[in-house]
């Protein structure tokens, strides 16, 4: 047990004195320090500490240990006046009494008490002056108790002195018991209880306290008693019969004689007492002659008192002769160890020794065989010596019921409270006032662990009495556990505070709580298995913390999947585990886990809810084969097919405005029409067009034919390398197609000559010669039966004479805006599973804002998403016509490139600037019908280009988009 | 081992981010922690050459592994054109908190433009990635976000701010991002532009037509590619031979030759179809542009954060000066906060910040 406490002001506060104070009254002063003595060492070295901080490390002092300002402390004093006077008075007092009560003769009770009286005070001076004052208190009271009672009983008449009791009559049961009896119980018992707490109040940790060291102490001492046997026999045998030899027949009286033996004593253990303080107080054995001189006048008086008839003066000479032999002989045995071995083996030492010494004596002296008092003696001494051992178990009884008591005490007092709390105060408990705490009765205080800190069996129900306060009076009780935890008593502490870890894990019962519980829970850093577990649940508190750190949904829930990851594993672990705790953390370990699933759910649906309205729309690049989101143009790819049916047809144009799908088109033909064509596409933009020689036209011409024949078809069409090409590139180019014709059969080969104003670029450039290009696409499409040439642009061939002189019968393809139904597609449904959902009037504005443009449609679309992306959850998924308005500027910024476009380059300035005065003057509804500007030439191109309208309100945009641009962005043009 | 080592010039914004990391609110504070001095500080953080030991002591102070940040043989050479893929970080000067000089070089120190950067990668997240247009006025931060785009979806969340949101890729590793700054003349002609282009995606070629890099390009276009067109306008302004037939040609590869991996990121301080028909040019290369976002001053929310990052607080009243004066325009927010930072470091300044902030915000606006 460590007995070195930490103490602080908090536990004071909560009943627990840190250091110990003597009561007021002399008679229970004398019992609380028995007390201690006792049951409570600590508080006897924390009340010594006092005295002098040195006696913290050494309470089992003697007085001529003591410096001299310790020993003018009033505290000490206090300690001596109890000690020497109080004590023996009780003791007297006592004995007469109980003697009184067994119905002994007067004088027997005199006698009884001045020896019991004589006997405290003499064992007590001697021990408390050269042995140790903790020790010196028990020999008194046990030596005065059990001489005064022996003597008291025996009576004056009966006295076996200490020099009376040879020749005793065996037969006398009297004599025996008074030959036997009192010497070695005088002897052992005393001496066996100062010796076990001589160790209690100076051993301080609990390896010094462990079996084998006590064994090894047992076994020192057994060795050093026998020695000190040896010497003290040697000396009887062999020193004394010279020394003594007055003793010799006939030389003396026998009144001289024994009067020269006690004076010969008197002056051996003034000597030897001279010699101890000596030692003890290192003063050069200054006080030896006085010693000598104490010893021979103690000698004179007690010889004088011996032949006293009246029984006080009798008994006090016994009763204080018999003690200072007796404990002189034990300091002389334990001082001699102590020199060489620690405080154990010196008590047991100096307890074994003058109980051998005895019974030898006692064996010669009254004639018994020695095993009879041996084994009166071994019974003495054990029973002393295992005082601390057998002393708890004695009152083990008493403090479990005592205990009970005090739980149900406080189970009643604390359910009333928290009655009264409910009721008054909702507050949780840490947040109450201080005062509030502590102004209940503690009936925890007055619990057994708290004043016999020596009961070694655990002190059942004392966890459950910790959990009820702790409950209920954190703050108080708190210091209690931490006092607790440093005893045999420790158990309890432990118990308790998991019950208590286990009870704040239970609490938990929502996600944020889990993850504030480590910021004020810390764990030790101990390797046992319940802390493992303990740092098991606080490492899944620090690990919902950062679940809910994240910001993001999408990194919660990758966390959280691997915090349930590590729940289970946990769970499977506690499953597996041999602990016994495990059962406990067990249930909360599940509450934990559905806590977190059912947060996990809550996130996947907050995120369900939340997500993001995916824009399915492409703006700006041409929409590929495989994207869904193309819609409508079946009445353009049937037309074509019409065309191509018919073999006067071999080249198509299909025109449109830029944005307005062609290439998508083109791109979609391949699903659109019918296996019979094989569509190749070849975008004129690309690689053929920025060719430098003719060469490089046909090469790569070629090699888009055959990945999107590859592409569109899945059909392989040979290779036509760059090298074959060189030497002669259009007859090369010309059998190539011989061989892919071939390789199409019977199919139709439909080549789509995508952006063919790309080409005239680099014809007019002179990169190419126009005969030969042109004249190789008229060569095709009039000898080749298998092959059709489609052109796309934004033009028609007005504008390029030259094509059409090369390309007769070209069957001219308008691509237009895209019909209603496709429009509202585009908007509604523009992919499988869309979730956003447009009101009627939302859809038809954006099909009369864009005039069902497909580019303008998207570029809506996805503003609307942009916006709705940016609203409430509640409102997100509905489009309203409002949502379509807001829409609008955005879809003008954003799609900026497509009007900066037509502005810049698709019109000439002046063209610019009256659509600009156009729209400024016209709304949706209105058209403009004044002359002076619609009389221009102009009004007829932007006719053509699709821009204005004439209808019969007269002209007006076509797209009404197209208007809200040129009035909101004027600077542009 | 050479006695004398330098920091290698890429590596000088993490050494930079590792002192503020560090808590040290300037050079001097960091200088007066460690045993070299001031001056050795200050050129080991602008990149020059100093003492081994002294080195060795910074980096252990910077809790940085010297010899990752060395400059060793291996990246010493310097490149003759600045690398392709990340973008090349121009760091002349230090690299303060608030560095109103050069474009904002680590993704930390990027605050705002939220929706554009919503849209922007809404539109790179999937096949076919869309492109996009960035129109600015000069100093308005479109070089900042172009560079933000490019790294914001790789860098480690250690390295951002808490609430900064960088999950905007599904595959954010898979992407291959190309900036190409158009003022640097080596990239403003067709042949510089081209090898450049290459080079990023690992094609090095002597001499390159547009016809072999188009094949080049579609042959090895495997993965998802943006390029950033930083500052189109430079090469739109002046006569190079950066054609529409070149235009048309970077427009037929996105368009067709590309499968959908590719797309362009241009900024701009006119809007280009504007400027390409003033210089003469017709192209339909920024007909595919369907998204055109223009940058104008930052939300008083976001300009506030960018404020509140200064290493050292400002007074609340210092921080709505701050705000009214710059008009949330991030430029004139990082120099007016530089100006404070600077004041704070330096208690001389103190009564002058505000004034010196004001002349140099009216220098920028004549300009």
Redesign the interface.
């Known amino acids: 047990m460590t007995h070195r406490r930490t103490s602080s002001p908090s536990m004071a506060s909560a009943g627990f004195p840190d250091s110990p104070q003597l009561l007021a009254n002399g008679l229970l002063a004398t019992m609380q320090v028995l007390t201690w003595l006792f049951l409570r060492p600590s508080a006897w070295q924390l009340y010594v500490t006092q005295i002098h901080p040195s006696l913290q490390q050494r309470s089992n002092f003697c007085l001529a240990q003591l410096p001299p300002e310790a020993r003018r402390h009033p505290k000490l004093r206090r300690l001596c006046w109890l000690e020497f006077v109080i004590l023996p008075a009780t003791i007297g007092l006592l004995v007469a009494i109980v003697l009184a009560l067994l119905g002994a003769p007067g004088r027997n009770l005199l006698f009884g008490a001045a020896v019991g009286v004589s006997a405290c005070v003499g064992a007590g001076l001697i021990g408390a002056m050269v042995i140790s004052v903790a020790a010196s208190w028990m020999a008194a009271l046990v030596g005065g108790l059990v001489a005064g009672m022996i003597y008291g009983l025996l009576g004056p008449d009966s006295v076996v002195g200490f020099s009376t009791g040879l020749g005793a009559n065996p037969e006398n049961f009297r004599y025996v018991v008074g030959a036997m009896l009192p010497p070695i119980l005088m002897a052992n018992l005393p001496n066996g209880v100062a010796a076990s707490i001589a160790m209690n109040v100076e051993i301080k940790t609990a390896a010094e306290r462990s079996i084998g060291r006590q064994l090894g102490g047992m076994l020192l001492g057994l060795l050093g008693s026998a020695l000190v046997l040896a010497l003290v026999g040697g000396a009887v045998r062999y020193l004394l019969p010279w020394l003594l030899w007055w003793q010799q027949p006939g030389l003396m009286a026998p009144g001289l004689k024994t009067l020269v033996n006690r004076l010969t004593l008197g002056v051996i253990l003034g000597g030897m007492f001279g010699i101890l303080l000596g030692q003890q107080t290192r003063q050069s054995y200054r006080n030896l002659p006085f010693s000598i001189l104490a010893g021979l006048v103690f000698a004179i008086t007690t010889h004088y008192a011996y032949g006293s008839s009246f029984p006080g003066i009798l008994g006090l000479a016994i009763g204080s002769g018999n003690a200072v032999l007796l404990s002189m002989l034990f300091a002389l045995a334990y001082n001699l160890t102590a020199a060489i071995a620690d405080i154990q083996t010196s008590a047991i030492t100096g307890a074994l020794a003058i109980s051998a010494i005895h019974t030898v004596f006692v064996s010669v002296m009254s004639g018994y065989p020695l095993w009879q008092p041996l084994l009166l003696s071994l019974v003495c001494l054990g029973a002393g010596l295992t005082l601390s051992q057998w002393l708890p178990v004695l009152l083990y009884p008493l403090e479990q019921s005592w205990n009970l008591l005090l739980y149900r005490l406080d189970e009643r007092q604390l359910n009333a409270r928290s009655f009264i709390q409910r009721s008054l105060d909702e507050r949780s408990l840490d947040e109450r006032p201080v005062e509030a705490q502590t102004l209940q009765r503690n009936y925890l205080r007055w619990h057994s662990v708290f004043w016999d800190e020596q009961q070694i069996l655990p002190l059942w129900g004392l966890d459950q009495h910790l959990v009820l306060r702790m409950t209920a009076l954190p703050r108080s009780t708190q210091p209690a556990i931490a006092l607790i935890s440093t005893g045999y008593q420790r158990w309890a502490a432990r118990e308790a505070q998991i019950e208590l870890d286990a009870r704040r894990l239970e609490q938990c019962q929502d996600m944020v709580a889990i993850a504030q519980l480590h910021q004020q829970w810390s764990i030790g850093e101990s390797l046992d298995d319940v802390t493992q577990l303990l740092r098991g649940f606080r490492r899944l508190s620090q690990d919902a913390q950062a679940v809910l750190n994240q910001a993001s949904s999408y990194n919660q829930r990758l966390l959280l999947s691997h915090l349930l990851e590590q729940l289970e594993s946990f769970a499977r672990e506690l499953t597996r585990s041999q602990t016994s705790t495990a059962p406990r953390f067990r249930p909360i370990l599940q509450t934990w886990l559905a806590i977190v699933e059912a947060y996990q759910a809550t996130i996947v649906q907050q995120s369900a809810l939340s997500q993001e309205i995916e824009s399915p729309y492409i703006v700006g690049i041409p929409l590929t084969q495989q994207q869904e989101i193309f819609v409508g143009r079946q009445d353009v790819s049937a037309q074509i097919e019409r065309l191509l049916r018919e073999q006067r047809y071999t080249s198509l144009l299909l025109y449109g405005q830029r944005r307005m799908g062609k290439t998508s088109l083109l791109n979609h033909l391949g699903r659109l029409l019918p296996t019979q064509i094989v569509p190749l596409f070849v975008d004129l933009q690309g690689p053929a067009s920025i060719a430098r020689h003719h060469s490089g036209f046909l090469y790569n011409l070629a090699k888009g034919m055959i990945q999107s024949a590859q592409q569109y078809r899945q059909i392989a069409l040979p290779s036509l390398p760059r090298e074959v090409l060189e030497a002669d590139p259009f007859t090369v180019f010309d059998e190539w197609l011989d061989r892919v014709e071939q390789r199409i059969a019977p199919a139709t080969v439909l080549l789509m000559l995508d952006e063919f104003e790309a080409l005239n670029q680099a014809l007019v450039a002179g990169r190419f010669e126009v005969p030969a290009i042109l004249g190789m696409f008229r060569n095709l499409v009039q000898h080749r039966s298998r092959f059709r040439v489609l052109l796309a642009g934004t033009h028609t061939l007005e504008a390029f004479q030259q094509w059409s002189s090369y390309l007769i019968n070209l069957q001219v393809i308008h691509l237009g805006y895209l019909n209603q139904s496709a429009a509202q597609r585009l908007v509604e449904q523009p992919v499988q599973n869309f979730s956003l959902r447009y009101a009627p009037e939302a859809t038809a504005r954006i099909l009369q804002l864009t005039r069902c443009h497909p580019f303008l449609i998207q570029l809506m679309c996805s503003e609307v998403i942009a916006l709705k992306n940016e609203q409430p959850l509640v409102d997100r998924w509905w489009v309203t016509w409002a949502d379509v308005e807001a829409a609008i500027p955005q879809a003008l910024t954003h799609g900026s490139f497509f009007f900066a476009d037509i502005a810049q380059n698709q019109i000439e300035p002046e063209a610019a600037m009256l659509l600009y005065q156009l729209a400024v003057q016209t709304s949706a509804s209105e058209a403009v019908t004044s002359e002076p500007i619609l009389s221009s030439a102009l009004v007829d191109r932007l006719v053509k280009q699709e821009l204005l309208e004439l209808t019969p309100k007269g002209y007006q945009f076509q797209v009404e988009l197209i208007r809200h641009w040129f009035v909101a962005y004027r600077d542009n043009f | 081992m050479p006695r004398s080592l330098k920091v290698a010039p890429e590596q000088l914004p993490k050494v930079h981010l590792a002192i503020q990391r560090k808590g040290y609110p300037s050079q001097k504070q960091f200088a007066a922690d460690v045993i070299p001095s001031l001056s050795t500080v200050k050129k080991f953080l602008k990149g020059d050459a100093i003492d081994y030991e002294n080195f060795r002591e910074l980096c252990d102070k910077l809790d940085l592994d010297w010899q990752e940040v060395v400059c060793t043989a291996a990246n010493n050479t310097a490149p003759a054109l600045p690398h392709p893929v990340l973008p090349h970080i121009k760091l002349e000067g230090e690299l303060a908190p608030f560095n109103p000089s050069y474009p904002v070089a680590y993704p930390a120190g990027f605050f705002g433009r939220s929706?554009e950067l919503?849209?922007c990668f809404?539109l790179l997240k999937s096949r076919?990635l869309?492109?996009i247009?960035i129109i600015g006025a000069k100093k308005s931060g479109k070089t900042s976000l172009l560079k933000h785009l490019a790294q914001i979806t790789v860098t480690p969340s250690e390295q951002l701010r808490?609430?900064q949101?960088s999950?905007w890729l599904p595959n954010p590793t898979q992407y291959r991002w190309i900036f190409v700054d158009l003022q640097d003349p080596r990239l403003g002609n067709r042949e510089g532009l081209l090898k450049h282009l290459l080079k990023a995606i690992g094609q090095t070629i002597d001499t390159c037509?547009?016809?072999q890099f188009?094949?080049l390009m579609s042959t090895h276009l495997q993965q998802p590619t943006v390029v950033l067109l930083d500052e189109i306008d430079a090469v739109l302004r002046r006569n190079s031979d950066l054609d529409?037939?070149f235009w048309?040609?970077l427009?037929?590869?996105?368009?067709?030759?590309s499968g959908?991996h590719l797309a362009f990121v241009l900024t701009s301080r006119e809007?280009?179809?504007?400027l390409?028909?003033h210089t003469g040019h017709?192209s339909?290369f920024?007909?595919?542009?369907?998204?055109?976002?223009?940058l104008g001053a930052l939300a008083e929310t976001d300009a506030r954060t960018m404020v509140h990052s200064s290493p050292l607080p400002f007074a609340p009243a210092e921080i709505d000066w701050i705000i009214t004066q710059s008009e949330c325009w991030p430029f004139f927010l990082q120099l007016l906060c530089q100006c404070r930072l600077e004041a704070l470091q330096n208690p001389e300044l103190a009564d002058t910040w505000q004034q010196e902030g004001l002349e140099q915000l009216d220098f920028y606006r004549q300009k």
């Open positions: 929706r919503h849209r809404g076919p869309q492109n247009a808490s609430d949101k999950d037509d547009l016809e188009m094949d529409d037939q048309e040609s427009r037929s590869l996105a368009s067709h030759h959908g809007h280009p179809t504007q390409a028909a017709s339909p920024f007909n595919i542009f369907g998204y055109t976002t223009i």
